[in-house]
């Protein structure tokens, strides 16, 4: 057993690093206290396979230090291929809740850092809706991460208040970080859905 005893764990996803990233193979898992509330706030663990030593990687966090700061995990499960490597640092890509959105997170399996890969308006005079606005539509919109190809890419659906679903890419070895809509043929995702 990895979990605590007072904890609900689910989703485990494997880790065999690819050759050249110096980090043993692990086990990540989500879990929550028991008896919590539906849809709290979610704590991500790694099990070293050799030792079965087990470390927290994303703490629950019971509040944001500001508005602006991580709020903690909220999310059912990881994807089924949550990896990829960029900067030579193995991370573990999920979508969590953080306020209005469904944001794209990738998390280091070094040192459990969390970085948003969402695009971001600089906020406002409103601290609360810093989002509003038809300069902004952008940052309005969810991305639900649905995979990854182990490596450096990761696919999402894309889709906001003013604008239907949409498949969208993610190439984390290329600067700066752009999701750009996944075309099929010659036509976008997005061609094809009002074309048709």
Same mark, same amino acid.
């Given at each position: 057993r =990895?979990?605590d ?9 494997? &880790?065999? $690093?690819? +050759? ?12 929550? $206290?028991?008896?919590?509330? +539906? ?5 991500? +663990?790694?099990v ?6 087990t470390?927290? /990687?994303?703490? =629950?966090?019971? %509040?944001?230090?500001? !508005?602006a +700061? &991580?709020?903690? !995990?909220? !999310?059912?499960?990881l *994807?089924?291929?949550? &990896? ?15 306020r209005?959105?469904?944001?794209? /997170?990738?998390?280091?399996l ?6 948003s890969?969402? $695009?971001w ?8 809706? *810093? ?5 902004? =539509? /952008?940052?309005?919109?969810? @991305? ?17 208040p003013?604008?239907?679903?949409e498949?969208? @890419?993610?190439? !984390?070895?290329? %600067?700066?970080?752009?999701w750009?809509?996944l ?7 997005r ?6």
């Amino acid at each position: 057993r =990895q979990s605590d005893e007072g904890r609900s764990a689910r989703s485990p996803r494997v &880790f065999v $690093p690819p +050759h050249g990233i110096k980090i043993a193979p692990l086990v990540v898992f989500l879990s929550n $206290p028991q008896g919590g509330v +539906h849809g709290g706030c979610t704590q991500l +663990h790694a099990v070293a396979l050799a030792t079965g030593n087990t470390a927290v /990687l994303v703490a =629950q966090v019971d %509040k944001p230090a500001t !508005l602006a +700061h &991580f709020p903690g !995990l909220y !999310l059912e499960q990881l *994807p089924q291929r949550p &990896f990829v490597v960029f900067g030579g640092i193995p991370h573990v890509v999920c979508s969590s809740l953080w306020r209005t959105r469904r944001v794209p /997170l990738a998390i280091s399996l070094r040192d459990g850092s969390v970085r948003s890969l969402a $695009p971001w308006t600089a906020p406002s005079e409103d601290p609360v809706l *810093p989002y509003l606005g038809s300069d902004h =539509q /952008l940052a309005l919109t969810s @991305i639900a991460v649905l995979g990854t190809d182990s490596a450096s890419r990761v696919v999402g659906l894309r889709s906001g208040p003013l604008a239907p679903p949409e498949l969208v @890419i993610l190439d !984390l070895s290329a %600067k700066p970080d752009k999701w750009t809509v996944l075309q099929i043929g010659r036509a976008s995702c997005r061609e094809r859905v009002f074309a048709g």
